[in-house]
């Protein structure tokens, strides 16, 4: 008997009973999954949390009843050997049963809207999440929430140890400019003002530093009002940490220590450390993102000088007007057939390109659209650049740098999707990120966020004011499989470096601290030099589940829309709530 599962209503659980209590008197409370009439005697499969267990029922003991499927039964009875030849090996109670002596229907249960005993055939994500409750009793659900429970307390355990005090920072926050759009709760004691509530305890972690924490986590909630997609939700999970008078690889030995113990709690998996560095210009330049998948190849490479020199405009121009003409390689081993190329064709259009080029090496020669183009000199200059072997297959974009990088990650993930890659992880950080980038009008933005550091560099305040877009960031990313599950930087500790990038993104002096005064503020007062990072739990779990929905590691997200289909939310507030807040609602504007 457990002392951890026992309480008044039961003895074991029905994942517990093993054959060294074969003899002994047990009761088991559960959920039954299946009946099987044997000639009057039943055998009902009674499932908890902890596994499922045969229990045997006589006609003298189930006389006058109905095993409902999903309906909650208290069973005592006496746990019995299986006979031979009926022990289910792929069970952990498979050699044992229980004969019940007793019998208590504790509660029933309506007609399921869906089979919780199979994952086929399930309905739309609609009708689990309406019904979540149901959705999260099936076993592979409860695998998930049992996988997540153990990566937070791996986390925590691993942090306790490595000395991090678990701080707890608010929700109701000051509005800040972090990037994406806020959720904003009205004060009801100060009509007319507004708390957001966090992206991310960003702030408040670098004031914790400023008051002598030295190392900060907190597995913490954060929110964003932007648009659902499948590895994002408007709240979501993240681990903080925050280290005082730490380098970058400071905080990247922490992080992998944890995640190398995370893996290993949660799969049974090793993974290599150190992990590889890759910086960020190599990262797009061989693999056409700043957060590349690894677990296969198909390395893409630069023919803008190459294409410079030819006759064929479709390539020569775009590298006069300095943009990018970039390739990628199909081994023979691979195969490119016509309705291949067609499709990929198709998907580098929806990628945002005008066309797609192929050539294939045949005989030492060139076949393809692009042949007829190429004198054969310039072929083999391609066979040597791009290193193509007889068969090869060469798909070649041109377009603006950044969006033909864009267009040949979306290729070469196709690619590498249609490979088994199961239970192979591979993980890295990506380093040298450019401290800001542009947006869609032009502005100026932070690439992470404004309280990264600058590389050191000469004339580091005149780069900050004169040539911003060529600073680098003291910034790294943890990629697992393509999938950016963390980022972190060394952060700013000076209030002069500080206002300086606030000044390089166009927030003028008022503006800056009337956002940031607090921190601005702290910083004057002995502010030690830190650093630290946020990990996306959801992410990491999901790529630990096989998943690449976070919905499915997620006890109660969303729906695309924003919605809990649960509990209806969100729904209009009574009349009566809004004239507390000193609030009016204004009907949406009729679409155009």
Known sequence: ?????????????????????????????????????????????????????????????????????????????????????????????????VEATHLVELNGSAPLPFDLSSDENLPDEEIRLQHRYLDLRRPEMQKR?????????????VLDRLGFWEIETPYLYKSTPEGAREFLVPCRAQPGTFYALPQSPQVFKQILQVAGTDRYMQIVR????????????PEFTQLDLEMSFVSEGDVQAVVEELLAEAFRAARGIEIRLPLPRLAYREAMDRYGSDKPDLRYGYELFDAGPWASGLAFRVLADPVAKGHRVLGLKIPAKRGASRKQIDDWTALARTAGAGGLLWVRRANALAEGPLAKHLHPSQAEALWKLAAAAEGDTLLLAAGPEGGVHHILDVLRRNLGASEAHADTFQCLWVTDFPLFARDAEGSIVSAHHPFTAPKDAPELKRSLTGDPMGVQARAYDLVINGSEVGGGSIRIHEPDTQKAVFAALGLTEERARAKFGFLLDALRFGAPPHGGIALGIDRLVALLAGTENIREVMAFPKTARGGCPTTGAPTPAEPSQLDALHIRTVPPSAPP
């Not at 009946?35 to 045997?56: S, W």
């Not at 929430?145 to 355990?157: E, G, K």
């Open 1 to 97: 008997m457990s002392a951890m599962t026992a309480t008044a209503m039961r003895t074991h659980t029905c994942g517990e009973l093993r054959g060294e209590q074969v003899g002994r008197e047990t009761t088991l409370c559960g959920w039954i999954e299946s009946v099987r009439d044997h000639g009057g005697v039943a055998f009902v499969d009674l499932r908890d949390r902890y596994g499922k267990t045969q229990v045997v029922i006589t006609p003298q003991i189930g006389a006058g009843r109905v095993f409902g499927s999903q309906s909650v039964w208290q069973v005592k009875g006496t746990v019995r050997e299986r006979l031979e030849g009926t022990r289910n090996a792929a069970l952990q109670t498979g050699e044992i049963e």
């Open 145 to 157: 929430l049992a996988l997540r429970h153990r990566v937070l307390q791996t986390i925590r355990s």
């Open 222 to 233: 954060c929110f964003r009002d932007e648009d659902v997609r499948a590895d994002r939700q």
